[in-house]
T-cell receptor, first 111, second 114 residues
Framework: DSGVTQTPKHLITATGQRVTLRCSPRSGDLSVYWYQQSLDQGLQFLIQYYNGEERAKGNILERFSAQQFPDLHSELNLSSLELGDSALYFC??????????FGEGSWLTVV | SQELEQSPQSLIVQEGKNLTINCTSSKTLYGLYWYKQKYGEGLIFLMMLQKGGEEKSHEKITAKLDEKKQQSSLHITASQPSHAGIYLCGADRSKYNYGQNFVFGPGTRLSVLP
C-alpha cells in the first residue's frame, strides 16, 4: 500500500460526458501529480500541484483540469470525453525526499 | 524516441532463474527509480538511486546505477512467479524539480514460469 488513494477504481462513461477522479495523497505529502497511461503513449505527465497551487503542466488537454484542495486532496476533471481518453489515470504524491509514490489508478473507459 | 530505453522489451524465465533488466538514457539522470506494475494496477515503488555507482538491494532485487548516471540495471535473483509484472524505470531529468520532468521507460514485461 503506497498510501496514495484514488477513487473510483473503474469508471465507464459515454462520449461527451464529464467525470471527476479523486486522489488523496500520502499523509504529509504536499505535491500531487497526475499521469495518464494509455497503451500507445505509455505514462504521460499531466499536471502537478504543490500545496494547493499549480506547479507544472505537462501534456494536459484543455478539456481536462485539476485542482488541489486545502486538505491536499486533488481532483482531475475530464470533460467532453472522447474515446481516446480511455486510459488508466494515476495520481502520485511526494514529500520532501522526492520519491514519488503512486496510487493504484483509475480505469476510465469511454464508450 | 523514448528518453529512457529499456531492454529487453519482454522476458520469460523459468522460476528460480536470475534475470537482468536494463534502463538507459543518453542524458545524465538526477534520480533513477524502479517501479513494478501488475497489469492494470498501480505502480509499486521498488528503489531509487541517485549517486553514480550506487547499488541497492531489497529482498531478491538489486538495482545499480552506473558512474555516469546514464544506465541502470535491475537484477532479480532466483525469480518467483510473484516477480511477474511490468518493470518500469523512471527518472528525474532535472536536479530540482520532481514530477514534471519525470520520464518513464517503456517497461519490461516479465513472466515467470512455475
Amino acid at each position: 500500500d503506497s498510501g496514495v488513494t484514488q477513487t473510483p477504481k473503474h469508471l465507464i462513461t459515454a462520449t461527451g460526458q464529464r467525470v471527476t477522479l479523486r486522489c488523496s495523497p500520502r499523509s504529509g505529502d504536499l505535491s500531487v501529480y497526475w499521469y495518464q497511461q494509455s497503451l500507445d503513449q505509455g505514462l504521460q505527465f499531466l499536471i502537478q500541484y504543490y500545496n494547493g497551487e499549480e506547479r507544472a503542466k505537462g501534456n494536459i488537454l484543455e478539456r481536462f483540469s485539476a485542482q488541489q484542495f486545502p486538505d491536499l486532496h486533488s481532483e482531475l476533471n475530464l470533460s467532453s470525453l472522447e474515446l481516446g481518453d480511455s486510459a488508466l489515470y494515476f495520481c502520485a504524491s511526494s514529500g520532501g525526499q522526492g520519491t514519488i509514490y503512486f496510487g493504484e489508478g483509475s480505469w476510465l473507459t469511454v464508450v | 524516441s523514448q528518453e529512457l530505453e529499456q531492454s529487453p522489451q519482454s522476458l520469460i524465465v523459468q522460476e528460480g532463474k536470475n534475470l537482468t533488466i536494463n534502463c538507459t538514457s543518453s542524458k545524465t539522470l538526477y534520480g533513477l527509480y524502479w517501479y513494478k506494475q501488475k497489469y492494470g494496477e498501480g505502480l509499486i515503488f521498488l528503489m531509487m538511486l541517485q549517486k553514480g555507482g550506487e547499488e541497492k538491494s531489497h529482498e531478491k532485487i538489486t538495482a545499480k546505477l552506473d558512474e555516469k548516471k546514464q544506465q541502470s540495471s535491475l537484477h532479480i535473483t532466483a525469480s518467483q512467479p510473484s516477480h511477474a509484472g511490468i518493470y518500469l524505470c523512471g527518472a528525474d531529468r532535472s536536479k530540482y524539480n520532481y514530477g514534471q520532468n519525470f520520464v518513464f521507460g517503456p517497461g519490461t514485461r516479465l513472466s515467470v514460469l512455475p
